[in-house]
């Protein structure tokens, strides 16, 4: 499976989320504390967008000895990254890692489609040609994203447009995991179907990871089968209807 994390707020450097904190997004990607039985550490690519500007590697993230520098001199008020554990039999590269990205949309997936890759074909059949011919890699995650997009670009809401894929893959597919997280760099959606997430909301952001960073007060689990939208002001959670 994976780990991954949003923030909106106030700009603050990149490291305060990737390596300063004592569960900083680095030390889950070796040391995760509650992946749930989706695998033991997060060794398969990861990446990072602050911004509309996105870097991604297929390299563990504690391997690049580059990215501390970039991380602690970067300064962003809207960022998404992720650490990655590939399902089995899917590729490892550079583009199958998070975030995945169309302008100012950001978006990760942790879980696993099941019955991949038949279950949700007829659901994927109706994008268009070109999309499917252009996904960032053949994975459950780039097709999820693809699905996302393609409602995002008819005009619906960040939110309607995650439910909507969550509901159609449980149908298509029971038993997936489905913790989606989307940011357009004013809002963050995520939905819990089968991990962990929690979120920390300050006076000026807003921190949404799969797990706290740190142990300080202030954060708090969201409960499985629950839509999070969240801005720096405000933060909300909605039951998801059964699948």
Known sequence: MCRHLAYLGTPIKLSELLFDPPNALVRQSWAPRDMRGGGTINADGFGVAWGTTRFRSAMPMWSDTALPQLAATTVSGVVLAAVRSATVGMPVTETASAPFQE??????????????????????????????????????????????RDRLRAGISLAAAVTEVVA????????????????????????????????????????VSSEPLDDAPGWEPVPDRHLLVATPSEVTRTPLGRA
């Not at 994927?124 to 995650?141: C, E, N, Q």
């Not at 038993?175 to 089968?194: F, H, K, M, P």
């Open 103 to 148: 302008g100012r949309w950001l978006f990760s997936h942790n879980g696993v489609v099941r019955g991949w890759p038949g279950s949700i074909a007829k659901l994927a059949s109706r994008l268009p040609t070109t999309d499917l011919m252009t996904l960032d890699a053949p994975t459950d995650s780039a097709v999820l994203w693809a699905l996302i």
């Open 168 to 207: 159609e893959v449980e149908a298509a597919a029971p038993e997936s995991r489905l913790n989606l997280l989307l940011t357009d760099g004013s809002q963050i959606v995520a939905t819990t179907v089968g991990h962990s997430l929690s979120f920390c909301k300050r006076a000026d952001a807003v921190l």
